[in-house]
DNA sequence: CTTGATCTGGCAACCGTTTGCAAGGGAGGA
DNA sequence: TCCTCCCTTGCAAACGGTTGCCAGATCAAG
């Protein structure tokens, strides 16, 4: 068995309570049996046990992440990045997925709930209704999402459709082709918002979609048929997908339809045409939200973060 | 606060004992007590906390999985599997991130050690020895590695890189490059006893490189300078930077040189020319990690996966 | 009406740590 | 020399559950 606090108390003839104070209040301890606690500890391998130490602080030390989909590109930056902070600060990260499904998302947040001192909700599909209610059972820090009174870390995806409009309208284009993510998703909504006011621009709305390469390959041929020139997609997933539905019909990208998506993900710099993309800030992203969860105790904080139109090889001069 | 055991034991007139059992021994409580204690809890919203229960019981009902980096599209896949998996057996999996180091490798599966029942080392970069040693401390089940004795998923590489350049020969190329990966790298290993045997093929082995796009991009002035017309890489990410490298050298893939990855990843299938590749079983492996943690109490089982061939736009007929 | 087996549920110890409280000891001031 | 006061350490009660043991109740059989 593993070394416990007591086994390193009678190693060096010491109360387990001085032990204790040796790690988690130094100060406290004189020095000489400090060094002596330490030796004997580091001999014996010893390792507080934090579920026990989280029973009488009420302080688990770990938090919940909890994402749409993994496999989605988007979100492993923003994980990992999350992660390397949380580490930082003595934190550990339960990675969780929901498949896309509110429900899961739901269930998946009860469970944590006890065993976390905070979650954060990356792109959730749930209400905000449903957020509230369940924010009395745990802290928590959303990702892209604005919710009245909650922490949350946004990113400037109203800034970006901006650009990336902005870009396509200097390129000439003036029927453009907004194809939209799931239900529930903040982004598209934002999107949609900008797009809406968008002056002197004949807006084509397609939704709801995947998010996904099939939800893009889905909507290529209404894309196709619409008469737009020039294409804002939910995401660089979608945009992929899209191109390859184009690229079926024979109809070239950028040179017969321009393309823009949204997340700057990886395949979408390793594509032909590289994509033309509004980046998103996932990795700053993680780490802000690791520090409002730990810096605010449930106050309401938003922070948001810049985008960028990253322009490549997937947006050209619109077709007569 | 959350409702604890005590307050549903007094809600409903029991002590705390019956309400445990009735969560841990339902057998072992009359049906019309039962009833009585799970409308109680249901109201109160109780949930058991895990922490508490681990102490007594010695289950934490948390595993890890460390991966030496989340970024990598090869990983997420296997992670949600993993999670997916883990989540139906009532556990939760904590990630964690290794940059590549075998140093924070190391910390992270020490921190690890105390607080969950299990680990899945995912494509490990520290030694065997050293494996070994920490898995005194915790049981372990290590994806793509073998190491004797201990439980261990391994995808057969072997006869993914037989089927490459048998590939390969068939479409007349006879000097094939070799790309590998990092050092510590079990498959990689593998790619090279593989080609060592190759009979009446003339290969060239270039490494160790980084797992990643700039790793391929890097080496590619080497390999087009080496006069191979095939190259066999350490896995899509280093094939889809080699083919970035080569494009720059106005080299057409597979005009002049086709190229072949490992672990048939997301963009490796949206990239222009499609990835020819080694498909690599992420998922399952993920799945199967999972439950010979479980099963096994650190018996050494070994399973071992089949790659498969996928022949996109790659690879084609050998330059004369 | 016993007797003994079978259920059911209470009691209390324990898991590994933290932490408020108090006691012992040494130092410094009066 | 005696009295404070601070420093250091021990004591014991939590924290939220689990579980072996035991006693009372129930019930069928003799």
Redesign the interface.
């Known amino acids: 068995m593993?070394a416990t606090i007591k086994d390193v108390a009678s190693a060096c003839g010491v109360h387990v309570s001085t032990v204790s104070r040796t790690f988690s209040a130094p100060h406290l301890v004189n020095a000489a049996t400090r060094s002596r606690v330490l030796a004997a500890a580091d001999n014996l391998?010893y390792?507080p046990?934090?579920?026990?130490r989280?029973?009488t602080t009420g302080r688990?030390f770990?938090m919940g992440l909890i994402v749409a989909?993994?496999?989605n590109?988007f979100?492993?930056?923003l994980?990992?990045a999350a992660?390397?902070q949380a580490?930082g600060r003595d934190y550990?990260?339960?990675?969780?997925?929901t498949?896309e499904d509110p429900r899961v998302e739901e269930e998946l947040i009860?469970?944590?709930?006890?065993?976390v001192d905070g979650v954060l909700l990356c792109s959730p599909r749930l209400s905000n209704r449903m957020i509230e209610r369940l924010a009395e059972?745990v802290p928590f820090v959303v990702v892209n999402r604005r919710i009245k009174g909650m922490p949350a870390v946004l990113m400037n995806v109203a800034q970006g459709a901006k650009l990336a409009l902005g870009h396509l309208a200097g390129l000439g284009h003036r029927r453009i082709a907004l194809v939209s993510g799931p239900i529930g998703s903040w982004t598209s909504n934002e999107m949609q918002g900008v797009a809406a006011e968008a002056a002197g621009l004949d807006l084509v709305f397609f939704g709801p979609n995947q998010p996904t390469?099939s939800g893009g390959l889905a909507v290529a041929a209404d894309v196709a048929a619409c008469g737009a020139t020039a294409v804002l997609a939910y995401n660089d997933l979608v945009a992929?997908g899209l191109i390859?539905g184009l690229a079926a019909m024979e109809i070239g990208v950028p040179d017969q339809i321009s393309v823009i998506g949204f997340d700057d993900i990886?395949?979408g710099r390793?594509?032909?045409p590289k994509l033309t993309t509004v980046a998103m800030p996932a990795v700053a992203a993680g780490r802000m939200a690791v520090d409002l969860l730990l810096q605010s105790g449930g106050e309401g904080a938003t922070v948001t973060l810049d985008t960028a139109l990253i322009v490549r090889e997937s947006t050209g001069r619109a077709q007569k």
């Open positions: 593993a391998g390792r046990n934090r579920a026990a989280a029973l688990t770990n989909d993994i496999a590109p979100f492993p930056p994980i990992k992660q390397a580490r550990h990260v339960f990675v969780a997925d498949d009860r469970t944590f709930a006890k065993q059972d390469e992929l390859e990886l395949p390793l594509n032909r």
